[in-house]
């Protein structure tokens, strides 16, 4: 089992250069050139890896790695569709390439709800997933805005969705929070968005994830610590997880334990890094706990690593 510890010792590629102009989404999906990186989400009462959400990055013709985030912002739903359609399947193909270390996690894909109503699930699902996975942990992360303001298509993909394996969380749940100066304010805005969410009727979120701008810092914040709780009980109530993102040292991480958060996600657990990167550092750490449980005291045999790697 790989905890919290084993992955702040990691090393992960540098974080991404601002796209170049001239550069858009569905030139660099018809050149293949998104890759799909990986950021550890951290179980903060057992210490350990519970999950991955996936990030988009752009190569480009240097070699260099681009942060996605502008062409997203700027980018056609048709070009959206088919990057969250490779997102899935990269994420189907990452269970499988996972298990085989005996690591199984739950992978999160940021998408909107429109996007959503136009991906081909089932068809991806019965294509690309693995025999060997025999139970699908995929969520897909809706921003908290994009949910309320499609109440009614949430309802009608929700079966769908849960039908076929998948679960749905709500991300960048406070983000509009920051700019309010009354507390007060803050609290009827999240009782709006639990009355909103309330419509949804049988419609469940697996997660609430905290936006990085409460987070950021909430150990310095009262305000902010009590805008925190006020959402993570909300979560509870909800029968949801609440995931705090951005979390960066661990004055923020103690703070957020002791508020009663479930998850944690950032740089103080690590940065978003390649596949292969994941693959390796999972199994490294594999296979020192096996040989320190083993306590063995002739050389242990030569590892190979993960059968991807071998195939590279």
């Not at 298990?99 to 992978?107: A, M, N, S, W």
Request: net charge neutral; proline share 4%.
């Amino acid at each position: 089992m790989t905890s919290a510890s084993d992955l702040r010792e990691t090393s992960p590629t540098d974080w991404p250069m601002p796209a170049p102009d001239g550069f858009d989404l569905e030139h660099a999906l018809r050149n293949n050139q998104i890759e799909y990186w990986y950021q550890p989400k951290i179980d903060l009462s057992k210490k350990r890896l519970i999950g991955l959400e996936t990030f988009a990055r752009l190569c480009n013709a240097e070699g260099n790695v681009v942060n996605a985030a502008e062409l997203i912002a700027n980018a056609s739903p048709r070009a959206l569709v088919a990057l969250s359609e490779r997102a899935l399947i990269a994420a189907l193909q990452t269970s499988a390439n996972l298990l085989e270390i005996g690591v199984e996690v739950r992978l999160a894909i940021n998408v909107t709800v429109a996007t959503l109503t136009r991906l081909p699930i089932p068809e991806i699902v019965q294509k690309y997933r693995s025999r060997r996975v025999k139970k699908l942990d995929v969520v897909f992360d809706v921003p908290e805005k994009n949910v309320i303001e499609e109440i009614e298509k949430m309802k009608r993909i929700s079966r769908e969705l849960r039908e076929a394996g998948f679960s749905i969380a709500i991300d960048d749940f406070g983000a509009s929070l920051i700019s309010i100066a009354q507390r007060e304010e803050a609290y009827d805005r999240i009782g709006q968005t639990f009355a909103a969410i309330s419509q949804l009727g049988n419609v469940r979120f697996s997660e609430m994830k905290i936006d990085r701008t409460l987070v950021r810092r909430v150990s310095e914040s009262e305000d902010r610590q009590k805008v925190c709780s006020h959402i993570i009980s909300m979560a509870h109530s909800c029968g949801s997880a609440a995931v705090a993102v951005g979390v960066e040292n661990q004055a923020d991480l103690q703070t957020l334990t002791g508020l009663g958060c479930d998850i944690g996600q950032g740089f103080l657990f690590g940065r978003p890094m390649t596949e292969d990167e994941l693959l390796m550092m999972l199994w490294d750490r594999s296979v020192r706990a096996k040989e320190a449980q083993a306590r063995v005291a002739t050389p242990a045999p030569a590892h190979t690593g993960p059968a991807r790697l071998r195939q590279a």
